[in-house]
């Protein structure tokens, strides 16, 4: 049980440092859209390259911070069944929801692009605009690195739902 504890900690420790990570790449997403807008109503220009580079930050927070958000429990679910029920029952809940629909659901995305992102990547993929991103394919190689870290999370909600059937304790801090 201590190696499932461990393979858990380890997993949400990336996904913490990644968070962080993000966190930056949000506040910089918030100033190139608050430069946008000031061009575009100010000075009534706007550059693609801007528009770009807003799409890419923005697929970058939500996919390279989805495991992030599953460690602190942010995603949307319907509470209300899951509230009222015990919290053993909650482990339940969240482990067959791991092992039928999050782990098939990221191999599945995982799965089918990966031939899209090598392609992306092969041909150094950028911008059909003129004026645009010519690193089209970084953004693209974010789809399975994000879902990827979305598996590994949710494989650690998966042990520390097991860990809770099995009536296992957590140290203080630990999330579920």
């Known amino acids: 049980m201590n190696f499932l504890r461990g393979i858990a900690r380890f997993i949400d420790a990336v996904n913490e440092m990644i968070g962080n990570g993000v966190a930056w790449v949000t ?7 608050f430069v946008d807008v000031v061009m575009r109503y100010l000075f009534n220009t706007s550059f693609v390259f801007t528009q770009e580079l807003e799409w890419h930050l923005f697929s970058v927070v939500f996919l390279i911070g989805a495991g992030y958000t599953l460690l602190h429990d942010g995603h949307v679910r319907v509470d209300i069944i ?30 089918t692009s990966y031939h899209f992102t090598y392609s992306s990547w092969s041909t150094l993929e950028g911008s059909g605009d003129p004026g645009g991103i010519p690193f ?31 009536g296992q304790s957590f140290e203080e801090g630990e999330q579920l």
């Open 82 to 111: 899951y509230q009222a029920v015990s919290p053993k029952a909650r482990a339940w809940i969240n482990f067959l929801g791991v092992i039928f629909f999050l782990i098939p659901g990221c191999y599945l995305v995982i799965y």
């Open 27 to 33: 506040l910089l997403m918030v100033l190139v859209v």
């Open 136 to 166: 089209r394919f970084l953004v693209k190689g974010a789809i399975p690195i994000g879902f990827s870290l979305l598996l590994a999370q949710g494989i650690s909600l998966g042990i520390k739902s097991f860990l809770v059937i099995c």
